[in-house]
């Protein structure tokens, strides 16, 4: 009987989902998908077509499928980038937000 939550195996189910459909488990076609799902997400926060969920979805599917990570452990370091950009002085090349579109995040 497998323990973990389904957080902890979602990679895995969708390795096993991706060999059950026939889906292409080679890196290059991966990253192709993630890209094209990006850039739906993208388009879907714009409000130009698509639904922001649905998209952060399958970016999040794509980004599993292509990593070698779990999702837990890529939390992990997200947090600890987060945590690390926080008390992090900007970078020269950033863009400033309060001078390009204040208000928004």
Known sequence: MDNRSPLESL????????????WST???????????????????VRGKHGDVLEES?????????????????????AISKVAELEIKPPYNSEEKMDSIDSGRV
């Open 57 to 77: 979805a399958d970016v999040l599917i794509c980004l599993l499928a292509l990593s070698s990570y779990e999702l837990g452990e890529i939390i992990n370091a």
């Open 26 to 44: 080679h890196w290059t076609d991966r990253s192709c998908y993630l890209h094209l799902e990006a850039a739906e997400l993208a388009e879907a």
């Open 11 to 22: 990679r895995e189910r969708i390795l096993l989902m991706m060999k059950k459909r026939g």
